[in-house]
């Protein structure tokens, strides 16, 4: 039994190999078949790309609109305004000067640096005692001179009755010659010449004209003395006007609306003729003397020039009365020379009650002398034009404008008035067109363009705005 072999049946093995062996050949097969059904199916997806190439179609670049800022312009009449600079002097200055000498007694309390004084105030006295003396002395004088004057006009009259009476002798005398020539006549004697003589009363007759010649030449004598006598006394009333005027000099007033500029003598000072005790400038009025360019001259109004009246001027002086504040004037002249180192044009423009004494003290706009002011001149109004900023006028003589297909036109104007923040045009725009404020970096002509407005962005860029406007309207 133990050497007894076990036999186990040979046929279930074989038929097991033979099994795994068609297994594994049926694998290939199928690996083979998807190997090739994968190779066709990539060739013909090949084949397909091969023969169905995709193409690019060609399309239009689209265009790229510049985003510009635009405002509307029309036609207006435009008033033009000329703008320039100038400084404050004064319409009136004076050197105060006695016209006595002698020593100052009195010195008003205004009478300093910044003082005003009304026409007729009193500002400085001398001593007037001296003059007093003086008043009194020819008022002797003039008393004495009129007494003489009297005297003479006495002598006059007595004179007068000399020359009268010796007439009055004359014709007596006369008279007794003809009654001696009838009666010789009717004698009929014949006598010697020198009888005759003596009869006929010749001698006598020679006599009475001689008196009465000297009677006439003493009336002319004391004629002369008596005319004499009254020129003598009206050289004693000239005298005495004169020391009158002299005492009244003694008191110096102001001779008009003033403000002490600057003093130069005090209390107690010997002053002669002619020396200066202050100077004086009028309170009335100040001038502004503008400097502006010759070509600006056409625009304003000036008297005596192209104008009987004067332009209205706004004066200006923000450091001392803020932005806001000013002052009105008129142009009064134009100076004769330009200004040497400008080469500019002056103009005087009168500003009345400069200190603003006539305003209440809460409105007072006082304009300092020798302050610089800015001034602005009401020139003459222009018909027609489009006032453009200065900022969107391109190389001096061209706008940029932006059409009804959204491009842009480049555009030549004529410019009628050129400003320091406008410029009026006057051909080139016409009513509506779209002005482009903004600036472009290559502007070419008929580049497209687009606002903000169009875009719908309101919010974040400026829209469609009329000319003349600080800042473009927004939409929400």
Known sequence: MAGEKVQTPASPARGAGATSAAQ??????????????????????????????????????????????????????????????????????????????????????????????????????I??????????????????????????????????????????????????????????????????????????????????????????????????????????????????????????????????????????????SQVSVGAPLATLVGTDEYWVQVSLPVDQLKWISVPEFNSREGSTVRVYCESAWGPEALRTGRVARLMTALEPQGRMARLLVTVADPLGLEADSSQRRPLILDSYVRVQIDGQALDGVVRVPRTALRDGRRVWVMTEDRTLDIRDVTIAWSGNDHVYVREGLADGDRLITSNLASPVQGMALRTAEADGAAAQAPAERPVGDDAAERKP
């Open 24 to 125: 594994i050949w049926l694998r290939r097969v199928v690996r083979v078949l998807l190997g090739g059904l994968i190779l066709a199916a990539g060739g013909a997806i090949s084949y397909y790309w091969l023969t169905h190439r995709p193409t690019a179609r060609r399309r239009p670049p689209e265009g790229h609109a510049t985003l510009v800022e635009v405002c509307r312009v029309r036609p207006e009449t435009q008033a033009i305004v000329v703008r320039a600079l100038g400084t404050a002097v004064p319409a009136r200055i004076i050197q105060l000067a006695p016209r006595v000498g002698g020593e100052i007694v009195h010195i008003s309390p205004q009478f300093v640096p910044g003082g005003r004084f009304e026409a007729g105030d009193v500002m400085v006295r």
């Open 127 to 268: 001593d007037p005692k001296d003059f007093e003396l003086a008043v009194r002395r020819q008022e002797a004088e003039r008393d004495r001179r009129a007494a003489e004057v009297e005297q003479r006009a006495a002598e006059v009259i007595q004179r007068a009755g000399d020359v009268v009476r010796c007439e009055s002798e004359l014709a007596i005398e006369m008279g007794q010659q003809s009654v001696a020539q009838r009666e010789y006549e009717l004698l009929g004697q014949v006598v010697r010449s020198g009888d005759e003589t003596l009869i006929l009363r010749k001698p006598q007759l020679r006599i009475a004209e001689s008196a009465r010649e000297a009677a006439r030449a003493a009336r002319r004598s004391a004629e002369g003395a008596s005319r004499a006598a009254r020129a003598i006394k009206g050289t004693a009333n000239v005298a005495l006007e004169q020391a009158g005027l002299d005492l009244e000099r003694t008191t110096i007033r102001a001779p008009f609306n003033t403000m002490v500029q600057s003093r130069q003598v005090n209390l107690g």
